[in-house]
């Protein structure tokens, strides 16, 4: 059985001027989507994966979207050059978890809520974070009717 889940990445406090986008596919194929500049308010992204499940075995999460290794799996969101803008000042990826652990519990109603998660866009020295979230607050859930605007 494969079920979809709708998920939003909230980037607080990106760089000015930086641009930010959701990679999807994967290694030196892919494309970037939902790319946005860095401009004092917070960046959405919003997208689906899916969760694949087998005779009862542990989910398994797959989609265009999803990077690494089955058990490791996450999502890039690509700074500067890795989102398509020429001439970046900073050029990388953020790395955010997507831990098959929290999508364990799937529930029927699955199309009424949307998984979002908070990362932060900057370090404490001001510059962008890079490589895997740290700290990570994780996944929460939300209703799909609050997914608009907050």
């Known amino acids: 059985m494969t079920t ?3 998920l939003r990445i909230v980037l607080k406090n990106p ?6 986008g959701l990679q999807k596919g994967k290694g030196s194929v892919y494309e970037t989507l939902q790319g946005q ?11 689906t994966i899916q969760v694949k499940e087998i005779n009862g075995s542990v989910p398994t999460i ?6 690494g290794p089955k058990g490791n799996p996450f999502i890039y969101i690509g700074i500067g050059s890795y989102a398509g803008q020429t001439g970046a000042v900073w050029n990388g990826r953020i790395k ?3 831990p098959d652990a929290a999508y364990e519990n799937i529930q ?3 199309d009424q809520f949307l998984w979002t998660c908070n990362i932060p866009g900057r370090n404490k020295d001001g510059k962008p974070v890079f490589a895997t979230v740290k700290p990570f607050e994780g996944w929460f859930r939300q209703k ?3 997914r608009e605007g907050k």
């Open 4 to 6: 979809e889940i709708n």
């Open 15 to 20: 760089i000015e001027g930086t641009r930010y």
């Open 37 to 47: 500049l860095g401009s004092g308010h917070d960046l959405k992204f919003n997208f």
């Open 62 to 67: 797959i989609g265009p979207f999803v990077q």
């Open 96 to 98: 955010v978890p997507l």
């Open 108 to 110: 029927p109603d699955v």
């Open 144 to 146: 799909q009717s609050d």
